[in-house]
């Protein structure tokens, strides 16, 4: 490994999930990138095209029905194995952190927002619920959570209030690469730039890394300075964000960049 490589953050190189049963089907096949610190990296494609599998493989989250079937995921210079749950120097939501496409899903519905937020603190600093309580409230206040929510279930907030509570999570534990699966689905144009903007901040304030999965490029051109297209399983481009925008090569970046610019033709028509 070279010098340069040892720097990086995260590597992950030739990266290929096969199915595990008797066939054997490879469904993501040759991904690779590198991230450095205070980077945001997006990756870009269609609902199926093995975006969410491919970061749940560097997340150590892949269901039991696929595997890593070839490549290299590489995290400050150290090798992870992505099928085992434990990696000497390594620890999964300290070191990286996954948040789910849904946070609903993501939180914990028989808990109020504020103790969830708490008991993360508890467990990753070693602090007293006390002192947890009092920082969670905290980053509640960062994130834009008003501190009357603390007490409030799940399925008592709006899908942007609970994206809040997870990313106030994420600001508490402050992880060293985050990885947020469509951050902003299903919310409007406002909170998903005030969304946008909490990650961007989390990365500066941090240091933190970011890969943001999305198949909406008006997230991503807004956020990832740099981008993997990803279709059918295969990465068919990457690069600059501003470049591949500018200038799509493959078909389906060509797509999604068409997509994009109606997108916000309409918005801009809407308003």
Known sequence: MTRMENQRLLMVKDLCI???DAAGTIIVQGVHFTLDPGEVLGIAGESGSGKTMTVSAVSGLLPDSVTVARGHIIFCGRPIDPMNRKNPGFTRGRDLLMLLQSPLTALNPSLSVGKQIAEALTVAKGISMREARFHAGSLMEMVGLPTSRFGCHPFQLSGGQRQRAVLAMAFGLKPRVLIADEPTAGQDDEN??????????????????????????????????????????????????????GN?????????VAAMRYLEKASSHST
């Not at 981008?227 to 059918?232: C, E, G, N, S, T």
């Open 248 to 256: 799509p090569v493959h078909p389906h970046t060509r797509e999604l």
């Open 192 to 245: 998903r730039d005030q969304i946008l903007g909490l990650l961007g901040r989390l990365c500066r304030d941090t240091g933190a890394a970011a890969i943001l999965v999305s198949h909406d490029l008006r997230v991503l051109s807004r956020a990832a300075g740099k981008l993997v297209v990803i279709y059918r399983g295969r990465q068919v481009e990457t690069g600059p964000s501003a470049d591949i925008i």
């Open 18 to 20: 096969a199915k595990t």
